[in-house]
C-alpha cells in the first residue's frame, strides 16, 4: 500500500502565494513520477505539472512561469510552489505517484486551493 498526503492548501487572494506539499510512505519503492493534477467543480482532473525522479518537469500551459514543482526523493515528497495565483487555480488539488515497473497510479486526498478575486 501506498499513502499520498497532501497539505498547504487553503484561501488566498488573487496574486498570492501558496505551497503544497505532498508526503508518500508505505510501499514506496521505485517511485517514477510524481505530479499534481487539479479539479474545479464540473470540470476534469488535470495535470498541473508532474516531475520524473531526475528532475525532468512537465507543466500544463496555464501555469507555466507561475508554479514550480519540485521533489526531494530522500524524503519521498513533492512540492508545487503556486505564485501569482489567480480565482481560475481554484480547484481541489491533488497529488499522484506512479510506482514500479508497470506504471501504477496512487492519488492523495486532495487539498483545497481557494483564490479569490
Known amino acids: 500500500q501506498v499513502q499520498l498526503v497532501e497539505s498547504g492548501g487553503g484561501l488566498v487572494q488573487a496574486g498570492g502565494s501558496l505551497r503544497l506539499s505532498c508526503v508518500a510512505s508505505?510501499?514506496?519503492?521505485?517511485?517514477?513520477?510524481m505530479g499534481w493534477y487539479r479539479q474545479a467543480p464540473g470540470k476534469q482532473r488535470e495535470l498541473v505539472a508532474d516531475?520524473?525522479?531526475?528532475?525532468?518537469?512537465n507543466y500544463a500551459d496555464s501555469v507555466k512561469g507561475r508554479f514550480t514543482i519540485s521533489r526531494d526523493n530522500a524524503k519521498n515528497t513533492v512540492y508545487l510552489q503556486m505564485n501569482s495565483l489567480k480565482p481560475e487555480d481554484t480547484a481541489v488539488y491533488y497529488c499522484?505517484?506512479?510506482?514500479?515497473?508497470?506504471?501504477?497510479?496512487?492519488w492523495g486526498q486532495g487539498t483545497q486551493v481557494t483564490v479569490s478575486s
Open positions: 516531475i520524473t525522479r531526475s528532475g525532468i518537469t
Open positions: 508505505g510501499n514506496i519503492f521505485s517511485i517514477n513520477v
Open positions: 499522484k505517484l506512479v510506482r514500479g515497473p508497470l506504471g501504477i497510479d496512487y
